[in-house]
């Protein structure tokens, strides 16, 4: 349930980003389906800039494209999420730094209620 909360309010700020910053240059909206579902020599390109020019932005929209695109993979999103952050994406730190601490908190949580007893309302 949170996964799925957190992904709505992804979408929601990257469609936001996407309408007020764009990404092509040009004074023309960008719609979400053009910014995550790329062609074929679109990632080849991005993929060329993550990781000849360390542009993270580059790998950002690939780990968005992973992520929330046609083209879903975790484990690659991940992948271009943590390359992102190396190369000093804000988002991508933000959003690695969101899902580490919902880690901890979860893993607290789990610790917590090992060896507990659960109780059966209905007795």
């Known amino acids: 349930m949170k996964r799925v909360a957190i992904e709505a309010i992804l979408v929601c700020h ?3 980003w996407l309408s007020t910053v764009g990404c092509s240059g040009s ?4 719609t979400t389906p053009t910014y995550f579902d790329l062609k ?8 060329r800039r993550a990781l000849s020019f360390n542009d993270g932005e ?11 695109g046609f083209a879903y993979d ?11 952050g190396e190369l000093g994406n804000e988002r991508a730190l933000h959003n690695l ?4 601490t919902e880690a901890e908190n979860h893993q607290a949580h789990s610790s917590e209620n090992t ?7 209905f007795k």
């Open 14 to 16: 990257c469609t936001l």
């Open 27 to 30: 004074d023309e909206p960008v």
């Open 40 to 47: 074929p020599r679109e990632v080849v390109e991005l993929k």
């Open 58 to 68: 580059a790998a950002y929209r690939l780990h968005l494209y992973y992520e929330l």
């Open 74 to 84: 975790e484990s690659l999103s991940m992948y271009w999420l943590q390359k992102a």
């Open 97 to 100: 730094r969101v899902r580490k």
């Open 115 to 121: 060896g507990q007893e659960t109780t059966d309302p």
